[in-house]
């Protein structure tokens, strides 16, 4: 480990990694419920507030996993410690208060507002001031440090994170502006900056595990962003089919949803391209293996499958199915979990000053992880290819249709069990120490 400094990503890694595991404990309780609704007691734990849970710990991990990212990778790119390592703890701690200050309250009924909005108004205040501290924090260090292309795109996407969260406190009684300025936060979120930052590390990453020039990276880096926010900002456009907003956003969101595609390919044959060129065998073989396999999966899960539900026409039927569901798991599981999950393997070992003898463990877990996500998502496809037919096309009662389901419901519930092994061989191939240890500032990572 080259700066000091990049310990403070360590409790920010550890803490997305245990919500992690709380989003996947709801995420199968959910499950069940959808084989069995009446499992449990919806005087004791009702669907809503399961679902609520689960989608919110998957916003909360993924921020803590990009913030911690941030405060590894920044020494780095800008050749300086970090401006203030006590405030980024203390920003840790606030952020993983307001957290758990959440998911409480949810459990006993304190929960309101638009879907993953759900926070009190004392937690999106406390949110934005985390923002405002974790900001303040890289921006100095990188404006007093070295400048890249990295850096600066990194930058460029949080602070388009903490912007367009806030129209959050934007709650207007016209339910079609409500909905218009709610998809500011959720979709110029996942299909706008955080394409930024998720690119951002991936090239941190590709350059450190492959050696390629810095030059040659930056070049695929300018024109993915470009694509990405190019398709993105306007893509936007999709979510306003049907829901009162005028009718060119139907051309608008079907010509630039069809792009949305473009920048995920172009992340596959860049990661794929870096690797070839560097012919180098990096001894974290697990970090280069995640890297890649979230370049693939992103372009399956964002790009093929939400290109096959966006266009107009088609959307016209299966919006609200089970497809939507297929597209977010693996979407989200493979843009923004798994470049999460490599910048652990990457960063942990020298972090905990132990090289990662579990490395081939940590591989398991990838396949098992990635096929349980991939296991899911198909069950949930088939699941809305079938509902589209029954409720939009042969015009069945939606309750009449759910029973209909339940086979996909059970291997999809499959899928979940699945990907909780994936993650318990993770966690002990990350955190759980190996039989020798290397000193913490060699740096070296070698294999088992």
């Known amino acids: 480990m080259k700066y000091q400094s990049q310990r403070v990503a360590l409790p920010y890694f550890v803490g997305a990694l245990t919500i ?109 001031l985390v923002a405002l501290m974790f900001l303040y924090n890289c921006s100095v260090t990188a404006l007093r440090g070295r400048r890249t292309v990295i850096t600066g795109i990194l930058l460029l996407g949080l602070w388009g994170i903490a912007v367009f969260f806030l129209f959050a406190f934007y709650d207007p009684a016209n339910v079609v502006i409500d909905k218009m300025f709610w998809w500011w936060v959720v979709h110029l979120w996942v299909e706008g900056v955080w394409e930024l930052v998720m690119a951002s590390i991936l090239a941190f990453l590709l350059i450190k595990l492959t050696g390629v020039d810095r030059e040659v990276v930056e070049k695929w880096l300018y024109v993915i962003i470009g694509t990405a926010l190019f398709s993105g900002i306007l893509g936007t456009g999709h979510h306003y089919y049907w829901i009162g907003a005028p009718a060119y956003w139907q051309w608008i969101g079907t010509i630039f949803s069809a792009v949305e595609p473009l920048p995920f390919f172009a992340m596959v044959i860049f990661a794929f391209a870096m690797v070839w060129k560097g012919r180098r065998t990096h001894p974290n073989g697990a970090a280069l293996l995640w890297s890649l396999g979230c370049a693939v999966t992103a372009f399956f899960g964002a790009g093929l499958l939400g290109f096959l539900h966006t266009l107009a026409p088609i959307n016209y039927y299966t919006h609200g199915t089970q497809l939507t569901a297929a597209h977010g798991h693996l979407s989200f599981y493979g843009a923004y979990a798994m470049v999460n999950l ?107």
């Open 20 to 128: 992690f595991t709380l989003q996947l404990v709801f995420g199968l309780i959910g499950a069940a419920m959808y084989v069995d609704p009446l499992l449990i007691s919806p005087n004791i734990l009702p669907f809503s507030v399961v679902r609520m849970i689960h989608t919110n710990a998957l916003i909360v991990w993924l921020l803590l996993g990009f913030f911690g990212s941030t405060f590894y990778l920044l020494p780095e790119e800008t050749e300086r410690e970090l401006h203030s390592p006590r405030l980024a703890l203390v920003q840790f701690w606030v952020f993983f208060a307001a957290a758990a200050f959440t998911v409480v309250g949810y459990l006993f009924g304190n929960y309101g507002g638009r879907s993953y909005l759900e926070q009190p108004m004392v937690v999106k205040v406390g949110i934005v």
């Open 342 to 448: 490599a910048m652990f393997t990457y960063a942990m070992p020298p972090l905990l000053g132990r090289a990662p003898y579990r490395q081939r463990l940590n591989i398991v877990s990838f396949w098992i992880l990635t096929g349980g996500v991939a296991l899911m998502s198909a069950a949930l496809m088939f699941a809305g290819l079938l509902q589209t037919h029954l409720e939009r096309v042969l015009g069945q009662p939606y309750m009449d249709v759910q029973p209909q389901l339940t086979l996909f419901y059970w291997i999809r519930l499959i899928g979940g069990v699945i990907t909780a092994s994936g993650l318990v061989l993770y966690l002990v191939a990350i955190l759980v120490p190996g039989r020798r240890k290397v000193p913490v500032a060699s740096g070296l990572v070698p294999a088992e």
